[in-house]
T-cell receptor
């Protein structure tokens, strides 16, 4: 049972435009959500997180939106840059404890 | 501050053998988690240790085991290797594991032939 789903395996965006990566979850007990970026041959790198008491969190070019009623979160990257090309994973956790459930990832390609 | 260090980076083993992977967390981090990454499956949670105790466990067979030492370093062991165990094994550490982001190492690539 895939509790966290990223239904788009890949996304291609032009440099300077907005990238929107989506993630759906099924477990209503999740209360902490994160996005990670992964380059080949490296471990995932933490990007941004949001707790269930918020519906938006911003950090520079990255904004995460959480819609609890729809059990949906999204990551917006504005403006997109070629260096953003990587696989993006969303993850969720139900406190307490450090068990994160990851989606399958979306490969973002930002073309110059 | 040094990041999460995993050794070795690459391993090739034969079916039926066993393997031990090592992870040194970021200094001061007490929670260590292990994940398996295979193509199309994303990152699958194996287990999490906090203060030398297994706090969470994923849905993997008993052939997968781990432990954490008093200095927070962790090891993962896989016995009776199967071809399907070929994967990237990632270790991650965090301060407490609760509402604190995981910081990942670069992983150990295990190939079982």
């Amino acid at each position: 049972d895939q509790q966290v789903k990223q239904n788009s395996p890949s996304l291609s965006v032009q440099e300077g435009r907005i990238s929107i990566l989506n993630c759906d979850y099924t477990n209503s007990m999740f209360d902490y959500f994160l996005w990670y970026k992964k380059y080949p041959a490296e471990g995932p790198t933490f990007l941004i997180s949001i707790s269930s008491i918020k519906d938006k969190n911003e950090d520079g070019r990255f904004t995460v939106f959480l819609n609890k009623s729809a059990k949906h979160l999204s990551l917006h990257i504005v403006p997109s840059q070629p260096g953003d090309s990587a696989v993006y994973f969303c993850a969720a956790s139900a406190s307490p404890g450090g068990k994160l459930i990851f989606g399958q990832g979306t490969e973002l390609s930002v073309k110059p | 501050k040094a990041g999460v260090t995993q050794t070795p980076r690459y391993l090739i083993k034969t079916r039926g053998q066993q393997v031990t992977l090592s992870c040194s967390p970021i200094s001061g981090h007490r929670s260590v988690s292990w994940y398996q990454q295979t193509p199309g499956q994303g990152l699958q949670f194996l287990f999490e240790y906090f203060s030398e105790t297994q706090r969470n466990k994923g849905n993997f067979p008993g052939r997968f085991s781990g432990r954490q030492f008093s200095n927070s370093r962790s090891e993962m062991n896989v016995s009776t290797l199967e071809l399907g165990d070929s994967a990237l094994y990632l270790c991650a550490s965090s301060l407490t594991g609760e509402f604190s982001p995981l910081h990942f190492g670069n992983g150990t690539r295990l190939t079982v032939t």
